[in-house]
Structures are given as structure tokens and as C-alpha cells.
């Protein structure tokens, strides 16, 4: 192997190390009920965020801290308006607890068709390294369906109108 193709395996090797160092860094968070703990100096990502539902949603998290009123930070994912029936991609966010005092981040889920918000219902799953969520439509009719809103939802991995990955580092 002649000099130039060693130093370009070298830099490679390098790329794919630090990929997997960075990556390696990432853990899963701690769930305390349907929220995620945010502790001092730590930044909660979420990331891979889909939705995808025939109804119009929009999905976020708001962050709250034992004797603050009110939120600390409100985050705003997105939705799929005017492209609903589609699966959308949704960017990537993270927030960075700057305070000494643990916080907690609280995925919210709200359909604008059935005007429902959904947070600790029957219509999320929450486990430690991921959020899951389903609107109030029907899965076999398209658009302006409120025929589940409700009853029982619960998503899965297969199956759901909301799904993002979650990480502490």
C-alpha cells in the first residue's frame, strides 16, 4: 500500500472512531413517571422524530423545575401540516439543563383536528430512550377524524403517529 492510500485509511479510521466515541457518549435518561430527568450540566436530545398521521399534529416538550413556576423551556418539534398522510422527518433538538437543580422533560402531543392535547393518556408510550404517540383519527380513514380521540391508543413501534429517540449526555 502505497503512502497516500495509508494516510487516507488512517483519516478514515480516525472519522469512524470519533463517530462511534461520540455516539458511545449518548445514554439513556431516566424516567421519573412520564417525564425525563434532566440533571444538572446534562443535555437531553431527541432525535429519528417522525410523525406521521392523517390528522394535523404538532408535537414538543415542555422542561419544569421543582420551584419554578410555570415551564423553564418549551420546545416545539414541529408538525405535519400540509403534508398530512406522509411521514415527515422532523430536526433534531436538545436542551442543556444550565441550572443546579435537576429538571424534567415532558413530551406533549397535540391533534389540532380533535383539539386534543395528549400527555400521560392512553394514547403515548413512554419508555426510557424513546416517546410514542397516537392522535385521535382512526387509522382507516384519512384526515378530519376524531373516531378514537376517546378510547385507547396506545402506539407501538410499528404502529404510532409520533415517534423520537431520546438520549442524555
Known sequence: MNVPARLATLALT???????????????????GHSYLVPPGKTLTFSNM??????????GANVTQDGVDGFVAGLNFGSNMGQEC???????QSYTNNTTADQTATFWFYDAICSIHYGGTNHELITADRALYNDG??????GMDCSTSDSASTPTAKKNNFSAQVSID
Open 14 to 32: 480516525a472519522v469512524c472512531f470519533a463517530a462511534l466515541a461520540a455516539s458511545a457518549s449518548a445514554a439513556t435518561p431516566t424516567l421519573v
Open 50 to 59: 417522525t410523525m406521521n398521521s392523517c390528522n394535523t399534529d404538532w408535537a
Open 86 to 92: 406522509r411521514r415527515v422527518g422532523l430536526a433534531a
Open 137 to 142: 383519527g382512526s387509522s382507516k380513514r384519512r
